[in-house]
């Protein structure tokens, strides 16, 4: 989705939560990625963060409609790559984060994570679970 087109952000985040989401973000219309003029991005980042607390409160894992990932290995394999891209000099977690996942109940958090393609291009975290720029 590229924001700068977007002339409602507040209407554009809540329709990127809800997608991203939507069954933990298992499913196959699930948006990958933003692409966001660096002027916009921390207006649109806090608009994202205030959506996912508005839709599922200050503590995702005990929202009754939050949804949890499949299985325990999905679960640690989606830890992985967000680990990855914690540990990698410029990318930053903006919410979530693998602090707050949970694998014995199949909990990942919404996390949104700020990368630089051009930078960090070879991080799994891209094909997965990330939000990028």
Known sequence: MDLNLTHSIRLARRRIVWGKTINAGQTCVAPD???????????????LVKTVGEMFGKNQAESKDFGRVVSRRHC??????????????????????????????????????????????????????????
Do not use: W
Not at 33 to 47: A, I, N, P, S
Not at 80 to 104: F, K, T, W, Y
């Open 33 to 47: 990625y933003m692409v966001v003029d660096e002027k916009r991005l921390d207006k649109v980042l806090g608009q």
């Open 76 to 133: 640690e394999r989606l830890k992985n790559m967000l680990v990855e891209a914690e540990n990698c000099p410029g990318v930053r977690v903006v919410c979530g984060g693998s602090a707050l996942v949970d694998v014995e109940k199949n909990f990942f958090p919404t996390s949104v994570v700020v990368v630089d393609e051009k930078r960090h291009g070879h991080l799994k975290i891209l094909q997965e679970v990330s939000e990028r720029t």
